[in-house]
């Protein structure tokens, strides 16, 4: 059974930093795209970013370009995204999403709340 | 940037109705368009995928049709289950893009 599962979510001051991890298991996560996609509260879904299976391309919303970064760590089968300069309109719940164009397998989600 | 475009925002209807949701891309997608199924407080669920292709598990009563620039979902029989919120999503390129969702309500 695929499970994803994100952590490291909770409250920032804006111009803050946060790293979400997502683990990852029930499938060879070496094979597969993977993604952060967010939604805002009360808001449509918004994809963030996306790694390819051997880390060699990433692409990201113009949004978070420069401030956000996406890794992967096969020996613990993890995604990760490293955001910095966190801003208000960044809060938001992030969702870890296996990426098979579409997303087939989605995580439970993680809140980010950008605030003073 | 391609844009998805969704209508209509909401729609109302009653168990047992047919509703059928559209999607248009501001460009051509071929057929990399996904429909997914969102309850409050929970992660998306993927129903359709390459348009037309039924996501493992998911009823039969959902069917997605087009190609292009045009695309619908369509739920045959309205169960209660399936009153959420319904995201299109094109995966011809990036940025990945989604629509802005249509919120089906009961009547």
Redesign the interface.
């Known amino acids: 059974e695929v499970q994803l599962v994100e952590s490291g979510g909770g409250l920032v001051q804006p111009g803050g930093s946060l790293r979400l991890s997502c683990a990852a298991s029930g499938f060879t996560f070496s094979s597969y795209w993977m ?1 952060w996609v967010r939604q805002a509260p009360g808001k ?4 963030v970013a ?1 790694i390819k299976p051997d880390g060699s391309e990433k ?1 990201y ?2 949004s978070v370009k420069g401030r956000f970064t996406i890794s992967r760590d096969y020996a613990r089968n993890s995604l990760f995204l490293q955001m910095n300069s966190l801003r208000a309109e960044d809060t938001a719940v992030y ?1 870890c999403a296996r990426y ?10 993680t809140l980010v709340t950008v605030s003073s | 940037d391609i844009q998805m475009t969704q209508s209509p925002s909401s729609v109302s209807a009653s168990v047992g109705d047919r509703v059928t949701i559209t999607c248009r891309a501001s460009q051509d997608i071929s057929s990399w368009l996904a429909w997914y199924q969102q309850k409050p407080g929970k992660a998306p669920n993927l129903l359709i995928y390459a348009a037309s292709s039924l996501h493992s598990g998911v009823p039969s009563r959902f069917s997605g049709t087009g190609s292009g620039t045009d695309f619908t979902l369509t739920i045959s029989s309205l169960q209660p289950e399936d009153f959420a919120t319904y995201y299109c999503q094109q995966a011809n390129s990036f940025p990945i893009t989604f629509g802005q969702g249509t919120r089906l309500e009961i009547k």
């Open positions: 993604s449509g879904l918004e994809w996306t692409y919303v113009d969702y098979t164009r579409p997303f087939d397998y989605w995580g439970q989600g």
